[in-house]
């Protein structure tokens, strides 16, 4: 297939054939984690038929977010951009993107009365009808976003490296990229993908973790973190003798555009960071990554990279960070984070 046809499968797949989740041949697009108290109470105030039709693989929802302008990309029917709407609060702004009209069609028929439920006296959020690999051709700049999601979208990208360029085009220096998605063991055998459900069903354009880690790299995020972790299961027995020698991973994933401060290796100087407690959904402990887990005033060395996402971004303001770059120990003691282990499990480090 060329990148066209791909395109016009994943629209037919996605605004003609599924008609809510329960059409899912796979877990591919059920989100493995615990949705937090406060994101379930603003969900109960979305529509029914938005949250029918929601096929997202996590929750790449960050904190702090009061006042953000945030890109949702491959925003579908609009179930995260209206949860975002409420926490980025009436001083935020939310923009969605997505190439299926049936689905903004849907998203945009419930912004009215949304807005009122909320209680907002305009919208705080808007819908682009386009590609998340030209995201100029819908109207977003330069250094004009604080914070990109995507929720089991960017697998289904022809042009994978274009999106990531985008989204660090359009991040303002120090914003933040969480997103979940679709990752695998192994690079997918051409023939897979351009299977038509193993590509809508997010599985088709898995990447391989380690041409992502490239990727990243290459388009400028030099030090991404993976958050969390699950295992997808191939419940379709069709699927499951296609594709069943592949292992496929659910990931949420966090990366920063910090170009002048992060660093390929994880370097010590010394550091230290003490979460000060004082982001109101996160009072006891704060979450950067599957590895660092930051308990409310105890003391946790850190690497430089470590450091600067935590004082050179949005988070500057929940935390103390004690020392500076004036003396190198050499790197910090870690190593990379095992990604899709043959086991499934996961082992903590740096980047």
């Known amino acids: 297939m ?11 797949y996605y605004g003609e054939e599924l008609k809510s989740s329960v059409d899912l041949k796979t877990s591919a697009c059920c989100s493995f984690e615990s949705i937090p108290e406060h994101h379930k109470a603003i969900l109960s105030q979305i529509d029914d038929e938005i949250l029918a039709r929601f096929y997202g693989c996590g929750s790449p929802i960050p904190a702090q977010l009061k006042g953000c302008r945030v890109l949702d990309l491959g925003c579908g029917t609009g179930r995260d951009v209206y949860l975002l709407s409420k926490l980025v609060g ?3 702004h939310v923009i969605g993107v997505d190439m299926t009209e049936d689905q903004l069609d849907v998203a945009q028929r419930h912004c009215d009365a949304q807005m009122k439920v909320f209680g907002y006296a305009k919208p705080n959020v808007s819908f682009k009808h386009g590609l998340i690999e030209d995201l100029r051709a819908v109207g977003i700049e330069d250094n004009s976003v604080d914070v990109a999601v995507s929720n089991c979208v960017i697998n289904l990208s022809t042009d994978k490296e274009q999106v990531f360029k985008e989204i660090y085009r359009v991040l303002k220096p120090g914003g933040e990229l969480y997103f979940s998605d679709v990752f695998s063991d192994r690079r997918i055998p051409a023939h897979l993908g351009e299977h038509r459900v193993l590509i809508g069903e997010c599985l088709g354009g898995a990447l391989y973790v380690e041409d992502f880690r490239r990727l990243m790299e290459k388009v400028g995020f030099i030090d991404h973190r993976v958050v969390s972790q699950a295992p997808i299961e ?5 699927l499951e003798r296609l594709a069943g020698m592949i292992r496929f991973n659910s990931l949420t994933v966090r990366a920063f555009k910090l170009t002048d401060t992060l660093e390929d290796r994880c370097e010590d100087f010394g550091q230290m960071a003490i979460y000060k407690g004082n982001e109101p959904y996160h009072p006891h402990r704060f979450v950067l990554d599957d590895h660092h887990v930051f308990e409310t005033g105890k003391s946790m060395a850190v690497c430089g990279n470590t450091a600067a996402m935590l004082n050179d971004t949005r988070y500057a303001e929940l935390f103390d960070i004690r020392g500076d770059h004036s003396i190198h120990f ?7 984070s095992a990604v899709i282990a043959k086991d499934n499990s996961s082992t903590g480090a740096c980047c």
């Open 2 to 12: 060329s990148g066209i046809d791909i395109r016009a499968e994943i629209k037919a």
């Open 330 to 336: 050499g790197l910090f003691d870690c190593g990379p």
């Open 234 to 238: 191939l419940k379709d027995p069709e």
């Open 90 to 92: 009436s001083q935020g």
